[in-house]
């Protein structure tokens, strides 16, 4: 499928979250090499390692989604987490690709992405990190805000629909131990292999967030 094509699959189905995806979609430069996706409930290391000698020695893009399902206050949510290859991979290293120029008059701005924030403090938040960081607005992401900081090897800031998304590379117990002391116990976390993300939704534990980040 086109972008087009995708948009217009989207748009079949009457929902109102389906204007960040329609955003996405149409912001990104849909690549023409991606080979497979799997996506399952979870995968056998044999699984990544053999995704991973494909892509080594054979340059096959391949990507590994595990999906779970949570239950929050009656309501059900999807949850992916990318296993291959590791999400972070992208901040630290440069891809060896050819670069294909990207159309200006699609791109998308924070300007853009504010007004489609459902919380006050969206405007603060993405103007305190752009301070740092000029992030990547078709994402909705901060990559790598900080690096090497209080114990953690990188924190990302992803602005999401209704939350805000702090993702972590850092040893789990320290990891949790430290987000407990910044938020109390106001905070929902979630344990990925190489760290913790955990979701804000108030103003004030964003501004504790933007505190001892020094943002």
């Not at 305190?128 to 900080?146: M, S």
């Not at 106001?186 to 993300?197: F, L």
Request: include cysteine; charge should be negative; glycine fraction near 6%.
């Amino acid at each position: 499928m086109g972008s087009q094509t995708i948009v217009e699959n989207i748009q079949a189905d009457i929902n109102d979250e389906t204007d960040e995806l329609r955003d996405v979609i149409s912001g990104t430069d849909l690549s023409p090499d991606i080979g497979i996706i799997m996506i399952s409930e979870f995968f056998d290391p044999e699984v990544i390692i053999t995704s991973d000698w494909l892509s080594t020695r054979y340059g096959l893009n391949i990507s590994a989604f595990a999906v779970e399902i949570h239950k929050l206050h009656g309501e059900s949510f999807l949850s992916f987490r990318q296993r291959y290859p590791l999400k972070e991979l992208s901040d630290i290293y440069e891809v060896r690709r050819p670069k294909r120029k990207q159309p200006t008059d699609t791109d998308l701005t924070w300007d853009d992405i504010i007004p489609k924030l459902d919380y006050p403090f969206a405007d603060k938040g993405i103007s305190l990190c752009l301070k740092h960081r000029q992030g990547d607005p078709k994402r909705r992401r901060f990559g790598n805000i900080r690096r090497n900081y209080d114990g953690f090897k990188w924190i990302s800031i992803n602005f999401r629909k209704k939350y805000v998304n702090i993702y972590t590379g850092v040893g789990k117990e320290y990891g949790i131990g430290r987000i407990k002391e910044l938020l109390g116990d106001d905070y929902e976390i979630t344990e990925w292999k190489d760290g913790i993300s955990f979701l804000i939704h108030t103003e004030e534990n964003f501004n504790k967030v933007a505190e001892w980040l020094q943002l």
